[in-house]
């Protein structure tokens, strides 16, 4: 099994950055497409971000697109998501995600099989 290790989280100002890792410390996921998710208190976990194994195809949700940037370094066995413009709104738990082998789609959380721990972003205003 792919144990996902995200880093990265904490405390920063609206108009801020961040940068979030995920990592599979001893293995390798370098054959697997990944996304990043988001929940906030109280509500559905929601799809941010994704990548495709090799890091030539990405998708953003709508409410990211154009700030953040989802990237892939298979040779770390890293997957990046570098939040830029950060608003209150971004505040919320985040989680990396592997694809699981009979997914779907891209967006939805059915579609990916393994979930890292999370790593609490917040966003003051």
């Known amino acids: 099994q792919v144990e996902l290790v995200e880093s990265g989280g904490g405390l920063v100002q609206a108009g801020g950055s961040l940068r979030l890792s995920c990592a599979a410390p001893?293995?390798?996921?370098?054959?697997?497409?990944m996304g990043w998710f988001r929940q906030a208190p109280g509500k559905e976990r929601e799809f941010v971000a994704a990548i495709n194994w090799s890091g030539s195809i990405t998708y953003y949700a709508d409410s990211v697109k154009g700030r953040f940037t989802i990237s892939r370094d298979n040779a770390e066995n890293l997957v990046a998501l570098q939040m830029n413009s950060l608003k209150p709104e971004d505040t919320a738990d985040y989680y990396c995600a592997k694809m699981g082998a009979h997914a779907s789609g891209w967006f939805s959380i059915y579609d990916y099989d393994r979930w890292g721990q999370g790593t609490q972003v917040t966003v003051s205003s």
């Open positions: 001893g293995r390798t996921f370098s054959n697997y497409n």
